[in-house]
């Protein structure tokens, strides 16, 4: 059974800081691309940061230089460092694992919320 549970999220001010972590069981951790999703209220689910199993990652433009993705293969698991946060970052977060259509799985979400 595969799962992925996120951890990190929470109610942090302006200019803060979080760390989304999403560890993973019941796949061949190194072999998936991993990717950070957020949806806002209202907004359709987006894509904040990807890494593939190589390394290489990307990010939207809203949290480029903000927002550093990386992952440990060790412990299967993928971080989100979210700095210089903003109020319009607040969204539940998603953590995503992709190998190909057919094996694409989905953690239950993190909520932050940035607000003075």
């Known amino acids: 059974q595969v799962q992925l549970v996120e951890s990190g999220g929470g109610l942090v001010q302006p200019g803060g800081s979080l760390r989304l972590s999403c560890t993973a069981s019941?796949?061949?951790?190194?072999?998936?691309?991993m990717g950070w999703y957020r949806q806002a209220p209202g907004k359709q689910r987006e894509l904040v940061a990807g890494?593939?199993?190589?390394?290489?990652?990307n990010y939207v433009d809203s949290v480029r230089g903000r927002f550093t993705i990386s992952r440990d293969n060790a412990k299967n698991s993928v971080y989100l460092q979210m700095n210089s946060l903003k109020p319009e970052d607040t969204a539940v977060y998603y953590c995503?694992?992709?190998?190909?259509?057919?094996?694409?799985?989905w953690g239950q979400g993190t909520p932050v919320t940035i607000s003075s």
């Open positions: 995503n694992a992709r190998m190909n259509s057919q094996t694409d799985y």
């Open positions: 019941g796949i061949i951790f190194r072999l998936y691309r």
């Open positions: 890494i593939t199993f190589g390394g290489n990652t």
